[in-house]
């Protein structure tokens, strides 16, 4: 019979689980937690461990759950693994072949992901977050934010109309009234504060181009024909280091990720086998290595 201590065993995996996640989390986590027995399956514990490892597997898929609803699942999802296993055992399917391979691969990749760790663990140190922090976000320039405000025109023709009028002393906000689509408001046109990568292409390229005061020529989207106006900029306040903590881990780990990957690569004797049969025009898979995130 499964035994459940839910409240204690369910503060502590709420707690921490975020942080076995994935790699980059996991090398914040400064300590192991207890490794409590959470079930029990005919004598054979289920621990908090085999929840966490649970968690980094189904955790993206489960992430819309509540917590505890995340928790219950994911036990329940072990305690059903257990079941099944032990009888597998009883009827000797463990020495199945197939089982035996899966058994190989599944072993590969455990020794993978924990070395992966423990190598990463001696790139991302506290030593390395604060210089990163240092080069790339306090003598970095600030990141900056536009202010401009459009008019939407019905073509092409009309919104090179409308940039020649106020190149020609029109004042925009005569020219936005003049043009401004029935039924809107005066304050349609304003776009607001936004950062370039949060804005579409065709309106961030030449506004974060474009001096205050300026206005565009003839810019199409896919919403239609613009012209546009450049309020001004602002600096972004600089985040705090503990603010940016989790995202520095995440840049330190994948740059320093991949030229551990290339280097190891290179070290290795990689030969792939039946590359010309797997010719894009073969119809079958491309055998290529992936490059490491």
């Given at each position: 019979m499964s035994v459940f201590r839910l409240p204690a065993i369910l503060a502590l995996f709420l707690a921490v689980s975020p942080?076995?996640?994935?790699?980059?989390?996991?090398?914040?986590?400064?300590?192991?937690?207890?490794?409590?027995?959470?079930?029990?399956?005919?004598?054979?514990?289920?621990?908090?461990?085999?929840?966490?490892?649970?968690?980094?597997?189904?955790?993206?898929?489960?992430?819309?759950?509540?917590?505890?609803?995340?928790f219950q699942y994911l036990l329940g999802m072990l305690v059903d693994r257990r079941v099944v296993a032990m009888e597998a055992?009883?009827?000797?399917?463990?020495?199945?072949?197939?089982?035996?391979?899966?058994?190989?691969?599944?072993?590969?990749?455990?020794?993978?992901?924990?070395?992966?760790?423990?190598?990463?663990?001696?790139?991302?140190?506290?030593?390395?977050?604060?210089?990163w922090y240092e080069k790339n976000i306090v003598a970095a320039p600030a990141e900056r934010e536009a202010h401009a405000r459009h008019i939407i025109a019905e073509s092409e023709r009309q919104a090179a109309k409308i940039a020649a009028e106020i190149k020609d002393g029109k004042s925009f906000d005569a020219a936005a009234e003049e043009y401004r689509a029935p039924g809107s408001s005066g304050d349609d046109g304003d776009l607001g504060w936004f950062r370039r990568e949060d804005m579409v292409p065709e309106i961030a390229e030449p506004v974060f181009s474009m001096k205050p005061g300026d206005v565009s020529g003839p810019v199409q989207t896919q919403f239609g024909w613009h012209v546009?106006?450049?309020?001004?900029?602002?600096?972004?306040?600089?985040?705090?280091?503990?603010?940016?903590?989790?995202?520095?881990?995440?840049?330190?780990?994948?740059?320093?990720?991949?030229?551990?990957?290339?280097?190891?690569?290179?070290?290795?004797?990689?030969?792939?086998?039946?590359?010309?049969?797997?010719?894009?025009?073969?119809?079958?898979?491309?055998?290529?290595?992936?490059?490491?995130?």
């Open positions: 942080a076995l996640a994935g790699i980059a989390p996991a090398l914040a986590q400064e300590a192991e937690p207890a490794d409590e027995v959470v079930a029990t399956v005919g004598g054979s514990p289920i621990r908090y461990s085999d929840l966490a490892m649970a968690d980094e597997e189904m955790g993206a898929a489960l992430a819309q759950l509540e917590p505890q609803v995340r055992r009883k009827k000797h399917v463990d020495d199945d072949p197939a089982v035996q391979r899966r058994q190989e691969y599944y072993g590969e990749k455990a020794l993978r992901d924990v070395y992966w760790v423990q190598l990463m663990q001696d790139k991302v140190t506290d030593g390395a977050i604060e210089a546009i106006q450049l309020v001004g900029f602002r600096d972004l306040p600089k985040p705090e280091l503990e603010e940016a903590h989790e995202e520095i881990v995440r840049r330190i780990a994948r740059d320093e990720g991949q030229k551990l990957m290339e280097k190891l690569r290179a070290d290795a004797k990689i030969e792939i086998i039946g590359a010309e049969s797997a010719a894009p025009s073969s119809g079958r898979p491309q055998l290529v290595l992936p490059a490491q995130e």
